[in-house]
């Protein structure tokens, strides 16, 4: 499968703990894209990278919230001291980069996030 | 980006029967995306239209664009039950290409077997 992955694919933990969720796009995609999705609505932005670069971060990621992505390949997201209103599905999308022609996110599977 | 907004919020069907759905977003755009999620494979594209393109096909999907009435349409044919999805329109605004999508609260369509 050639697609993007995400891990876990579920995780419940108790309020105040951390947890950190992984993406890895596909293989040639420059970019990265992290969303969240709660029950009834459409997934929201929360930051995306273009290969090591951060380059734009929602309003929505507090400063609970750190996504990196080191090698310019997969990417990490960082909740610290979760609360109930994390709980939600965490999607990651990736993309070729402006000028290579595609316009396209294609995203994952998601981690389905359960804060207790 | 911007966000477009569905409409209908929900829509029932007998299976075989023709699902339309549209989508309405209020400033130029460059090009505007259709999506499907559903519980089985998560987020899909489905399709991508320009901004001076008036209507796109993939397989029994029709799409259609118009951009005076900043209004896209998604039409759905020959339904089946895998087609029961939300479906979402991201209209882009920028030229210079992938940008973060802004999702609405999408249209729920069921397929009634």
């Known amino acids: 499968d050639t697609g993007v992955s995400q891990n876990p694919r579920h995780k419940i933990t108790k309020r105040g703990q951390n947890v950190t969720f992984r993406c890895d796009p596909i293989?040639?995609?420059?970019?990265l894209y992290w969303y969240r999705q709660t029950l009834g609505q459409g997934p929201e932005f929360l930051t995306y990278?273009?290969?090591?670069?951060?380059?734009?971060k929602s309003r929505l990621l507090s400063d609970r919230f750190s996504a990196e992505r080191p090698k310019g390949s997969f990417s990490t997201l960082e909740i610290q001291r979760t609360e109930q209103g994390d709980s939600a599905m965490y999607l990651c999308?990736?993309?070729?980069?402006?000028?290579?022609?595609?316009?396209?996110?294609?995203f994952g599977p998601g981690t389905r996030l359960t804060v207790l | 980006s911007q966000q477009g907004e569905e409409d209908p919020q929900a829509l029932s069907i007998q299976e075989g029967e023709n699902a339309t759905m549209n989508c309405s977003y209020k400033?130029?755009?460059?090009?505007l995306q259709w999506y499907r999620q559903n519980s089985g494979r998560g987020l899909v594209h489905l399709i991508l239209?320009?901004?001076?393109?008036r209507e796109k096909h993939s397989g029994r999907l029709r799409v259609t664009l118009d951009t005076s009435k900043k209004s896209s349409s998604l039409l759905i044919t020959a339904s089946r039950a895998a087609d029961t999805a939300s479906y979402f329109c991201?209209?882009?605004?920028?030229?210079?290409?992938?940008?973060?999508?802004?999702f609405g609260t999408g249209t729920r369509l069921t397929i009634i077997p």
């Open positions: 999308a990736s993309s070729l980069a402006p000028g290579a022609g595609a316009d396209t996110q294609y």
């Open positions: 293989s040639e995609h420059n970019r």
């Open positions: 990278f273009q290969n090591e670069a951060q380059l734009e």
């Open positions: 400033t130029s755009i460059n090009n």
């Open positions: 239209i320009r901004s001076n393109e």
């Open positions: 991201t209209p882009t605004q920028r030229n210079f290409g992938n940008e973060k999508l802004t």
